[in-house]
């Protein structure tokens, strides 16, 4: 068994009204979903399945902590994320998502949603993502600012300075 086959949905086995599931995100599904924007996380996320005459309707409900990158500083930060969204699915003859509505082919009847998981959680993450005041990696910030650096000077110019230091003299 895949690890990730517990966020599959096998909507043709739902026969009630709506069926609920839970999960908890953690560090083992961001390293399996190979993600860019999250390294990692702890994440709880409800889902409620609606079954109507004519489609599925998917309501989620996540709130925790990720894992991303300091825009400032790019050292691993923790963001807090909270919201809801909603999916609508349907069977069809063949697997499709046109971005407002998954088809799922009604041969095979299960819907992954693994991605849209992920997809959710990444587009819940502010554009602007930087530590609070203080605790960004001050080395990092050292070298930003050009504190760190030795005052170099390139041996051209060095040869003139010099050059312009013994016309000086002799004047």
């Avoid at 996380?41 to 409800?46: M, P």
């Avoid at 709130?63 to 349907?90: F, T, W, Y």
């Avoid at 009604?106 to 959710?120: A, K, T, V």
Wanted: glycine content about 6%; proline content about 3%; charged content about 35%.
């Amino acid at each position: 068994m895949d690890k990730m086959d517990s966020y599959k949905v096998d909507l043709k086995g739902i026969l009630d009204d709506a069926v609920s599931r839970h999960w908890v995100l953690t560090d083992d599904f961001f390293s399996a979903i190979h993600g860019p924007e999250i390294e990692s996380g702890h994440v709880d996320v409800a889902l409620r399945v609606k079954r109507t005459s004519e489609a599925f309707d998917l309501d989620f409900q996540y709130e925790g902590v990720v894992k991303v990158e300091c825009d400032r500083c790019l050292s691993p930060m923790n963001q807090p994320i909270h919201g809801e969204c909603s999916l609508r699915a349907v069977l069809g003859e063949e697997d499709d998502d046109d971005g407002e509505l998954l088809t799922v082919s009604e041969n095979h009847g299960i819907l992954d949603l693994s991605w849209h998981l992920y997809e959710m959680l990444a587009l819940e993450i502010p554009i602007r993502h930087v530590h609070e005041d203080g605790e960004c990696n001050e080395q990092v910030l050292k070298r930003l600012n050009g504190e760190d650096r030795e005052k170099q000077v390139d041996p051209r110019w060095a040869a003139l300075e010099q050059l312009k230091t013994k016309i000086n003299n002799k004047e």
